[in-house]
Each structure stands twice: as C-alpha cells, then as structure tokens.
C-alpha cells in the first residue's frame, strides 16, 4: 500500500515453495491520527486554545467547563480501567450507556492489569468536535451530550520510552451536572473510530523478557500461549541479531502482538492484511529528523502460530525488527526492494540457509528464462502469488549480492543512500555510483549475472 498520505508502505513476504511464509511491514497505520494530533497546534476556534489569552480572573465559558470536567471523567476513567476497580467503573457510566460498551469495558478492565503499562491515559484532542448523531443525541435526554476528540495513552514498560496515541470515538452526556461515559462506538459518518488494543480481545498472555537494551514485551491471548512463549524465547537472540548487524543505533526491544483473529490483526495493524501475512511492523508517522518513531509494534497474524516453523519465525522475527532498527532512517519514499531485500538480508543472515532454500522460485525462473534485468518494482510485493514471491526473493538476492560481493559495510552504506533517496523508484544512480562505482545497468547487469550463476 502506497497511500496518498505518504505513510504507509506494505510490505508482504509471501510463501514460496519451501521457506518462505513470510511479513510485512505497514507503516505509519496511524498516520492519521498522528496528523490530527500535529494539526491541532495551528487549527482556529478551539475553546482551551483561546483560554490561554483570556483573564484568567474571568469565569470559564462553557467550553472550558466542559473541557473541564470532562477531562476529569476521562482520568477517572482511565484509573478504573487500569486497576481493575468495577464498581468504580460502572459509577462513570450514564444510566442509558449502551450495555454492550458497559460490559466491554467491565471485561477489559479485567484483562488489562496484565499488561506492564508505564503509562495509560485518556486525553481530550483539540481537533474541532463532531457532531452528536440525533438518533443517540435524543435517545439520552440528557443535559448536553458531547462528543469531543479524545485518544487513549499508553505506553508499555521496556519497550515504548514514549507514549503512544490512539483514537477513541467519545460520547459523553450531562445530566443531573455531571459528565459520564455513553458509548465509544465508531461513528463512521463522522470518519470516528475506536482503536481497539489487545486488551480489548479477551484475556491475554504477556511475557516480558530481557533483551539487548532492556525489556521486550509479547502480549497475545492464552489460546495463543505456546507461540507467546516461542517469540518470547526468541526475542533475545533476534534483537542481538539485528544489533549485530545494525549497530546500537536503534532502541535494541521490541514490542510484540500476536493477533488472535482476523479482526485483531486488522485493528492492531490498521489494516486489513490477509490472513498469508505472518506479521506486520507498525509505528506512528516518523518525524524526518532521525528520531525513533514511537508506537512501534511488530504484530504476528492469528495463522502465524500454525504456519510458521522453527526456522521462518526466526527469520520473520529479525526481518521485522531489522524494520523497526530502520525505521527513523527509512522515508516514505523507500521503495520496497530496498527495505524488504534489507529486512530479509538481515532475517536470513547467518541462518546456514543457501541461496537455493531461500530463493527456489526466482532460482527456477532465473534457470529458465535467464537472469533477472529489472529490480522489482512496488506493485509487485503485494501482488500475490509467485510475483510476490519473486519479489521478495529478488529483493533479499540484492542484498545478498551486495554482501557477497561488496561486503557488509558497504551493503549497510548502499542501503542508507538507497533509503534516503526522496524519489519511489525513480532512476537513482547516484547511491550505486556512489557507494559501489557502478551505474544502475552496470548493477543491475552484476545481480544478475550472480543470480543466475546460483540458478543452475
Ligand atoms: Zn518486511
């Protein structure tokens, strides 16, 4: 996916005859919020903005009131959700909430101390409100009914060294003078939705485990335990993995889901992967300047426990969080070969695995129809099918070549040129004149002379 927001980027890793069953990388899932959070700062007419010239001996207005006790709701709120405390709980609910969203946040408020948060919150946006539907408007009777923009705010001990942010569709109703919850259901005429989190799919299944930098985090759900337990095993090796081919330049943890169902995966991904995809990396909107993005998360599929063996949630594990070491220095703008061939160079890299095993449908292609002349092009890694196997492959041989040929150190170089280049699969020269000496047809031609030399 290459959306017009410039964000995202999917980036799957298909099956192929033997090894492969593989990732993806989406990117950016919240571009979008992000971007309402980033335009706040220069939107007009916000009450609190505006508050801040006022007297401040002057009486609130109306809307600061609101805002208010309203933000006084959603910490209660959030401290009855995070402590499990039910009777506090239902105490915040309007007597005409919808019962479903009563019982929903009975149920996640029992499942959500098993999660390390070193912070979870809700906070009042300051995007202009929306309006209230007349059918739940009327249907409450209430004093006022509001339905601000809020997001919930979290962050998991270890991993996140900042919160993330996630919208909430609120609507919160006056009566009797006080504010109390109704609903946070999606009100899609609005373009409102709700982010759901692991904690809102049933119980769940955490582990925390020491790694590289500190602590990672895996959070899944008990039908899902033995798989939470492998990743949890695995993480330390696949962090000190990837900093043992990155470099400490990166947070060395990592934050795992593992999606229990279909819809899971869609809302902890916003996206809608197919059920093939074994996993997906997301993270807020990167900043441009080298910073670490926050709300990075490595998010495994509910068919990743069955399908994946021994060897492929190894190699997936360190793809995805070669993708996450990455990301700051990843634009949007990185083609997919570059980012996918690197993430699996460095997912396959000392697994003992030849290029037969890791390549068989572009090796057999290649034997007979002759060596590839083009590098693989976007549309091919979400294709589908042996195109995107082909593209995948070909992308990992890339790097493989680079590396063979080259060395790592320069591999590492020509990525970084490749991945900061600001144009989606213009010609760019320069990186491979640069870094190698070579023109783009004088590498591609070496590639494939390579590849082919290991197809026969
Ligand atoms: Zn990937």
Do not use: C
Request: net charge negative; charged share 25%.
């Amino acid at each position: 996916m290459s959306g017009s927001s410039g964000h995202s980027g999917v980036h799957a890793l298909v099956r192929s005859a033997r090894l492969r069953w593989l990732a993806v990388v989406l990117v950016a899932a919240v571009a979008v919020s992000a971007f309402l959070i980033h335009r706040a700062g220069t939107s007009d007419g916000i009450s609190d903005t505006s508050s801040a010239v006022t007297d401040p001996q002057a009486s609130p207005t109306y809307d600061q009131q609101r805002r208010a006790d309203v933000t006084v709701l959603l910490d209660r709120w959030a401290r009855a959700v995070r402590s499990g405390d039910v009777d506090a709980l239902r105490e915040l609910m309007d007597p005409r909430a919808d019962p479903g969203f009563v019982e929903a946040e009975v149920r996640r408020a029992a499942v959500v101390s098993a999660v390390p948060f070193a912070d979870f919150g809700y906070d009042l946006g300051h995007e202009p409100e929306t309006p209230v539907p007349p059918s739940i408007a009327e249907a409450l009777d209430a004093t006022d009914v509001w339905a601000p923009s809020v997001y919930l705010r979290y962050a998991v001990t270890g991993p996140d060294a900042s919160p993330t942010r996630r919208p909430v569709s609120l609507v919160v109703a006056e009566r009797d003078g006080r504010w109390r919850l109704v609903d946070d259901a999606d009100l899609s005429e609005y373009r409102r939705q709700t982010w759901r989190g692991p904690w809102d799919f049933g119980p769940l299944t955490v582990r925390s485990v020491p790694t590289a930098a500190g602590t990672s985090v895996v959070v899944g759900h008990p039908d899902r335990e033995q798989f939470v337990d492998s990743l949890a095993a695995e993480l330390p090796s696949a962090t000190a993995a990837v900093t043992d081919f990155w470099g400490d330049d990166w947070a060395r943890d990592g934050l795992v889901f593992v999606a229990s169902s279909a819809e899971e995966f869609a809302e902890l991904t916003g996206s809608d992967p197919s059920t093939d995809v074994a996993a997906v990396t997301v993270s807020d909107a990167v900043a441009g300047d080298g910073s670490r993005p926050t709300g990075q998360r490595v998010v495994f599929g509910p068919d990743a426990a069955s399908r994946l063996t021994p060897f492929t949630l190894r190699s997936v594990l360190r793809h995805e969080l070669t993708h996450v070491a990455a990301r700051a220095r990843t634009t949007d703008g990185t083609p997919l070969w570059v980012s996918e061939g690197f993430a699996d160079y460095s997912g396959y890299r000392n697994s003992g695995a030849d290029f037969a095993q890791l390549a068989p449908t572009l090796a057999a292609i290649v034997a007979a129809g002759g060596p590839p002349t083009v590098l693989p092009k976007n549309e091919d890694f979400g294709a589908g099918g042996t195109r995107s196997s082909v593209a995948y492959e070909s992308a990992w041989s890339v790097f493989a070549f680079v590396a063979d040929r080259f060395g790592e150190s320069t591999l590492r170089r020509l990525y970084e040129e490749l991945a900061s280049e600001p144009t989606n699969e213009g010609p760019a020269d320069a990186p491979f004149e640069s870094v190698l000496r070579l023109n783009r047809a004088q590498f591609v031609a070496s590639w494939g002379d390579w590849v082919a030399a290991r197809s026969r």
